[in-house]
């Protein structure tokens, strides 16, 4: 039912697109080609509505995805006062309707939405790589290298506990290699025997986890 592959695909594309390199990512460096993003305080200049109409009467308080205004314009309207870890995957979230090609708003469009949003933010590629430098994956661990929320950081790990990395692709070598000076700065590998230990543990605990 879900293409975890290709969505990651999409998401290490985007990643390399934007030519990131490092990480927590910059907010003023997640973009989508051929999408306008703007604030929902800018948006509210420029066209003379209130925030109550933009937002729907507060009823999308953090962003939103909107087409149609004219042809090939599509934007994503985010709410500067509420820019943070939460508001970067949501940001993430709408560039992923995009990504996917959406037509719809359906719950497995916005699980696809999400899994995009988890790849963009914190790639499995480079989580697996840091892991086998010795690492210990965890929850802290996820805010403080991708800088993201306490609710994204439980759900990405409880996503490694269940699949581990079996969602590699293509482009898992590429993305390495475009992280290579961050990884290697800031997650320099320890010793051989710790690499090979932890890395085999980790295996061996999620697989008694099911």
């Known amino acids: 039912m879900f293409e975890w592959s290709k969505i990651t695909s999409l998401a290490y594309l ?16 997640i973009k989508c080609k051929g999408v306008m993003i703007s604030s929902y305080q800018n948006y509210a200049k420029k066209t003379g509505l209130s925030m109550d109409e933009i937002t729907l009467g507060h009823e999308l308080e953090d962003a939103f995805l909107l087409k149609g205004l004219r042809p090939g ?20 979230h709408e560039i992923g309707h995009v990504k996917c090609e959406h037509k719809k708003h359906s719950e497995k469009e916005e699980i696809e939405a999400h899994f995009f949003a988890a790849q963009a933010n914190a790639p499995n590629v480079l989580i697996k790589t840091i892991a ?44 390495q290699m475009q992280f290579a000076n961050y990884i290697d700065t800031k997650y320099p590998p320890k010793t051989k025997y710790f690499y ?5 543990d980790l295996d061996r605990e999620r697989e008694n986890w099911y």
């Open 132 to 175: 086998k430098r010795g690492y210990k994956i965890d929850v802290h661990f996820l805010m403080e290298c991708f800088g993201l929320s306490e609710e994204a950081a439980q759900k990405k790990m409880g996503y490694l506990n269940k699949y581990g990395f079996e969602h590699s692709n293509e482009y898992d070598d590429i993305v």
């Open 73 to 92: 314009l599509t934007l994503i309207l985010y709410n500067k006062e509420k820019y943070g870890p939460r508001m970067k995957h949501t940001l993430w």
């Open 196 to 200: 090979d230990d932890y890395y085999d």
């Open 14 to 29: 985007t990643l390399l697109e934007l030519n990131i390199q490092e990480f927590p990512i910059p907010a003023k460096k």
